[in-house]
């Protein structure tokens, strides 16, 4: 044990801890004597010796589970997360990152039709029997071929009298077909034949193609019974960036506003934690450092997998939250998502799709930084899909796409700078969310070729 004195007639007395347990808070007040007491580690930390330190915190890798730990165990479990100071193997399934932010295409290399007519006409396409029954140049070929053989037929009945009329006959049948003479040639009618081979399938082609837009409602089995191209599309695009502040147009100026209508649900998974939901209060940041206290969120707390939620319904898109969690325990890592429900109008016109955002941050082999920032950049995208007439409608359809930065992800060099001991002071851990909007809005253009 040691003993402290404070000042006169102040004294501090700190027993030694046995392991599994390290020394907590001063509850027996005796004639000025301070003593401390003895409590279990907590979860995500042990000690297997006996001393008056606190319970170290549990590596990358390994995990505690349990109060009152002696040993860190390591993580076994395939596709797992264990992150310093875990409590508990995490399936990495449920941390998965996914946004929304697709790239929009790029036009294709041929923007006119004639051309893309033309190419796709003469293309012999041998992937597979399929894609060579579409092939309009595979049916010409094929037809060049028994022109071949009708005309060698042809010639080898002029060698033989008695077939005289078959031959007649023939030739009468041909010359119905010539395009070309108008019915004077049978070797017209051959030709005739050929041609119409090549204007039917164009007909095809250019009927099919003319569906294949917009992209959007286009499946990848409908472009490849076009033409065997899975790349081929009705469609060219055009992407720029517009200053938000600018006017809009009558007929654009609803998608905007759906989207500022649009409500938002913010999620904040912290992973790897023993802090239990009622250590957790939230409060909106507002200007010259004030502040308002909130409880407008749910919580909850997932026993299996140690990971502590957090969620509210956000009052605007422009906004300061901060989450406070207090007690003694470390957050491994936080997982921040944003939400928010699909919205149709005038006809589905206007539709602003749903908002299913999900990223996850987590310091290298270190616990969470006890003063966390984390500020979002959201950004309107704006899909503009032309009319396929001058008589259709303008179609629009709007997206926000988050963007996080995070400033500070651990105090690792605080505590190489100031010492170690300061790792296991805090009594709490703060969270702070800036939401912002971007003061440009991404504009995409489809239009048909």
Same mark, same amino acid.
């Given at each position: 044990?040691?003993?402290?004195?404070?000042?006169?007639?102040? =004294?501090?007395?700190?027993?030694?801890? *046995? *392991?599994?347990?390290?020394?907590?808070?001063?509850?027996?007040?005796?004639?000025?004597?301070?003593?401390?007491?003895?409590?279990?580690?907590?979860?995500?930390?042990?000690?297997? /010796?006996?001393?008056?330190?606190?319970?170290?915190?549990?590596?990358?890798?390994?995990?505690?589970?349990?109060?009152?730990?002696?040993?860190?165990?390591?993580?076994?479990?395939?596709?797992?997360?264990?992150?310093?100071?875990?409590?508990?193997?995490?399936?990495?399934?449920?941390?998965?990152?996914?946004?929304?932010?697709?790239?929009?295409?790029?036009?294709?290399?041929?923007?006119?039709?004639?051309?893309?007519?033309? $190419?796709?006409?003469? !293309?012999?396409?041998?992937?597979?029997?399929?894609? !060579? =029954?579409?092939?309009?140049?595979?049916?010409?070929?094929?037809?060049?071929?028994?022109?071949? &053989?009708?005309?060698?037929?042809?010639?080898?009945?002029?060698?033989?009298?008695?077939?005289?009329?078959?031959? &007649?006959?023939?030739?009468?049948?041909?010359?119905?077909?010539? !395009?070309?003479?108008?019915?004077?040639?049978?070797?017209?009618?051959?030709?005739?034949?050929?041609?119409?081979?090549?204007?039917?399938?164009?007909?095809?082609?250019?009927?099919?193609?003319?569906?294949?837009?917009?992209?959007?409602?286009?499946?990848?089995?409908?472009?490849? =019974?076009?033409?065997?191209?899975?790349?081929?599309?009705?469609?060219?695009?055009?992407?720029?960036?517009?200053?938000?502040?600018?006017?809009?147009?009558?007929?654009?100026?609803?998608?905007?506003?759906?989207?500022?209508?649009?409500?938002? /649900?913010?999620?904040? $998974?912290?992973?790897?934690?023993?802090?239990?939901?009622?250590?957790?209060?939230?409060?909106?940041?507002?200007?010259?450092?004030?502040?308002?206290?909130?409880?407008?969120?749910?919580?909850?707390?997932?026993?299996?997998?140690?990971?502590?939620?957090?969620?509210?319904?956000? *009052?605007?898109?422009?906004?300061?939250?901060?989450?406070?969690?207090?007690?003694?325990?470390?957050?491994?890592?936080? #997982?921040?998502?944003?939400?928010?429900?699909?919205?149709? #109008?005038?006809?589905?016109?206007?539709?602003?799709?749903?908002?299913?955002?999900?990223?996850?941050?987590?310091?290298?082999?270190? /616990?969470?930084?006890?003063? =966390?920032?984390?500020?979002?950049?959201?950004?309107?995208?704006?899909?503009?899909?032309?009319?396929?007439?001058?008589?259709?409608?303008?179609?629009?359809?709007?997206?926000?796409?988050?963007?996080?930065?995070?400033? /500070?992800?651990?105090?690792?060099?605080?505590?190489?700078?100031?010492?170690?001991?300061? #790792?296991?002071? *805090?009594?709490?851990?703060?969270?702070?969310?800036?939401?912002?909007?971007?003061?440009?809005?991404?504009?995409?253009?489809?239009?048909?070729?």
């Amino acid at each position: 044990h040691i003993g402290l004195v404070l000042d006169v007639g102040i =004294a501090l007395i700190l027993p030694a801890s *046995p *392991p599994g347990r390290c020394s907590s808070n001063i509850q027996d007040v005796l004639f000025n004597i301070s003593t401390y007491t003895s409590a279990p580690c907590i979860p995500g930390t042990a000690r297997n /010796t006996t001393s008056f330190g606190p319970c170290l915190l549990c590596p990358s890798n390994m995990k505690s589970n349990g109060s009152g730990a002696m040993e860190c165990h390591p993580c076994q479990m395939n596709n797992s997360l264990c992150l310093r100071g875990s409590v508990y193997e995490i399936n990495k399934n449920k941390l998965s990152n996914y946004d929304q932010a697709e790239p929009y295409p790029d036009s294709p290399d041929i923007t006119e039709f004639d051309d893309i007519l033309l $190419h796709n006409i003469f !293309l012999f396409r041998t992937t597979s029997p399929s894609c !060579l =029954a579409i092939s309009p140049l595979f049916w010409a070929t094929l037809t060049i071929a028994l022109s071949f &053989i009708i005309l060698i037929v042809m010639i080898i009945l002029t060698y033989f009298p008695e077939y005289k009329n078959y031959r &007649i006959l023939l030739k009468t049948i041909f010359k119905r077909f010539d !395009l070309l003479k108008e019915g004077e040639l049978w070797l017209g009618g051959l030709v005739s034949i050929i041609i119409i081979v090549l204007i039917i399938f164009t007909c095809r082609f250019s009927n099919m193609f003319l569906n294949l837009y917009p992209i959007e409602t286009t499946s990848h089995d409908a472009r490849m =019974a076009v033409s065997c191209d899975s790349s081929l599309f009705n469609a060219k695009f055009i992407t720029s960036l517009q200053l938000l502040s600018i006017h809009k147009h009558e007929q654009e100026q609803p998608i905007f506003d759906i989207l500022d209508q649009q409500r938002i /649900t913010l999620t904040v $998974h912290f992973i790897g934690t023993a802090h239990p939901c009622t250590s957790v209060n939230m409060q909106q940041n507002m200007d010259r450092g004030q502040s308002i206290s909130s409880t407008d969120f749910n919580c909850s707390f997932d026993n299996e997998n140690f990971i502590l939620s957090v969620s509210t319904l956000l *009052p605007q898109h422009r906004i300061s939250v901060e989450f406070n969690l207090k007690g003694p325990y470390f957050v491994g890592g936080f #997982r921040l998502c944003l939400s928010g429900p699909s919205k149709r #109008r005038d006809e589905n016109k206007y539709i602003v799709q749903e908002l299913d955002f999900c990223q996850m941050f987590s310091p290298l082999n270190e /616990t969470l930084t006890v003063n =966390a920032l984390v500020n979002i950049k959201m950004t309107k995208t704006i899909n503009r899909t032309m009319g396929m007439s001058m008589n259709d409608d303008l179609m629009f359809g709007g997206l926000w796409l988050p963007k996080l930065s995070v400033t /500070t992800l651990s105090d690792a060099l605080v505590y190489i700078e100031n010492g170690e001991y300061l #790792r296991y002071l *805090p009594e709490r851990t703060r969270l702070i969310i800036d939401m912002s909007e971007s003061d440009f809005f991404v504009q995409n253009t489809q239009e048909p070729i």
